[in-house]
């Protein structure tokens, strides 16, 4: 209780140990390096605590770094930014492989771990140094955040408009190490200050949930009764499918694709397109956090594999050959997915997902 009552009285006191909104996310894993691109994201969503976390252990993101920036003190300190001393935001920067996951699926992420419509402040954090950003590091990077947020703002979620700025990027200052990774170094803490502030419930309310108990994976004995020959070959056995002589190649059908394991929402046909190379592909999931993407040296060939984290099985390969704007193409088997047109979806309980069909 002790812990609680600090939380609430405490600025960005954090919250969850292994919870960050409705995803539950695994430990840290040390990042694997699969190209020697790099590149920054930098975002802001009221306390830096509550926003690094989602970002940790996501394949392709190397680090996640909580600390201060927009403003035009030179290296500020945690008491002058949160006293309001500062023009600074708290802020987080992600350096990330962008052959491994792009800045759309990054901002996509963003948008779930925070409420974009607060003006002033972010929850019971007042002020403009927890105001909410975007800091745009590029036209590309601005052009991704602008669309994003037109989008969002149309599908209605929220009853308020989207207030959070979209901001070319001047600068970022690294918080005190004691800041870094405080979601896991004070765990109770941090799911006191993400529950009594609100932010954990905001999140529940307007984002569908994700996780294992929602999308558990039957063993292997129940797939094998469940599932076509192919089906159980490519998602547990890892093998590929046929070009062309597969069945959502050429499927131009409005809906989403789903994990045939554990039905997790993997993809939207909004984003799928026409590669050319006879298997269903995308220019991003539907969020990166529902995957894995392990790098596959099998094959005498280095490649990153994605994986259906929920269902634990194969679906494809990501190849950094795509269109803009993720410069990404998620080469999928068929047999790894489930489609559900558009006028299924609310039937089967993914009306959540139809803003991202429409």
Known sequence: MFSFLIGLLMACNPGATEKTGDFITEPEKPAEVFSSKTELATFAGGCFWCVEAPFEGLDGVISVVSGYSGGKEKNPTYSEVSSGKTSHREAVQITFDPEVISYSELVDIFWQTYDPTDVGGSFYDRGTQYESAIFFHN??????????????????????????????????????????????????????????????????????????KKYPAPSKTELKKTLTSLQY????????????????????????YVCIVSGAPLFSSKDKYESGSGWPSFTKPIDARALEKPIDKTLGMTRVEVRSK?????????????????????????????????????????????????
């Open 310 to 358: 929920y269902g634990k099985s194969h679906v494809g390969h990501v190849f950094y050959d795509g269109p803009t704007p993720t410069g990404l193409r998620y080469c999928m088997n068929s047999a790894a997915m489930k489609f559900i047109p558009k006028e299924e979806m609310e039937a089967k309980g993914y009306k959540e997902y139809l803003w991202l069909v429409d």
């Open 233 to 256: 070959e490519v998602t547990m056995e890892d093998a590929t499918e046929y070009a062309f002589q597969n069945e959502y190649n050429g499927n131009k059908k409005d809906g989403i």
């Open 139 to 212: 036209d590309l990077q601005k052009k991704v955040a602008e669309e994003s947020k037109a989008r969002l703002d149309k599908s209605r979620k929220f009853s308020k408009p989207i207030a959070t700025p979209i901001i070319k990027y001047s600068n970022f200052y690294p918080a005190e190490d004691y800041h870094q990774d405080y979601y896991k170094k004070n765990p109770q803490d941090y799911y006191s200050y993400r529950t009594g502030s609100g932010r954990d419930a905001f999140i529940k309310t307007h984002w569908p949930a994700i996780d294992e």
